[in-house]
């Protein structure tokens, strides 16, 4: 059983507001998107009275209540808009997060072009580019980046999604390194994050079989997949324990299990309870 598995500080601190909100019993409470990536813990704080908004179109409908920032964290425009609509706001955003805006704000303010190694479409990159200017790039692998323009003479800042796998953001800053271009970079891959890949990929080189836990749409536990994938070619995802077939690992001799930083203790445990019971 990986150490790391499980809520990281960021997701802890983001559902604890949620519930904090819900104890306050001051409805409506809305969270602007679903606020971790696990199904399990967002259906439940939707039957307490918790609605998702699923973008900006949503938001604009709303006249009252309190509005929740994921820990994903947003782009500066999204604030004023709550703020216009004249709705409160709790700002569940992660720390590290926070950081890398006020990083690409101030690198923007002194001329920099602003490369975010990550994925465009995720919400936290989203965010991110919510805090630069119409210059910032997004690159997630090698093949995007040799589809870029030649960047000779400016001046670039590299920043990375805080859940991108570390060793992939390292091979990408060579690239750029290799160009010859003036970069500033910036490793703003969370700590837990690179812990865990580190610890996961350990483990899934022992065992004989590997279980991932966590949401179907949860960037750091795909990552921690596909990284336990290359060690150990029996790597199973799952988010519940009703996804796990105990047939798959009934004929190996051992077992490793870790989860994604959105997935709650308890889905842990259970899994990891009924791996243990099988003969």
Known sequence: ????????????????????????GQFPVFTLGPIIHNEEVVRDLEDRGVRVL??????V??????????????????????????LQVADATCPF???????????????RRVIIIG?????????????SDERTIVVKNEKELDNLPDFTGEKLCIVSQTTFNYNKFKDLVEKFSEKGYDILVLNTICNATQERQVEAERIASQVDAMIVIG???????????????????????IQTLGDFDPESVSSVRNVGITAGASTPKNIIEEVHTNVRAIK
């Open 119 to 131: 994925d465009s479409a995720h919400p936290e990159v989203e965010g991110i580019r919510g805090w």
């Open 97 to 111: 997060v926070k950081k890398i805006h006020r990083i690409v704000e101030e690198q923007c303010r002194q001329g």
């Open 1 to 24: 059983m990986a150490k790391t598995a499980g809520f990281c500080f960021g997701v802890k601190r983001a559902v604890d507001q949620v519930y904090e909100q819900i104890g306050k």
């Open 215 to 237: 949401g179907k749409n949860s960037s750091n536990t795909r990552k921690l997949y596909e990284i336990c994938r290359k060690e150990c070619k029996n790597t199973y995802y």
């Open 61 to 86: 409908q709303v006249r009252e209540g309190t509005v929740i920032i994921r820990s994903h964290g947003v782009g500066r425009a999204v604030y004023e808009k709550i703020e216009s609509l004249g």
């Open 54 to 59: 699923k973008d900006e179109e949503e938001l």
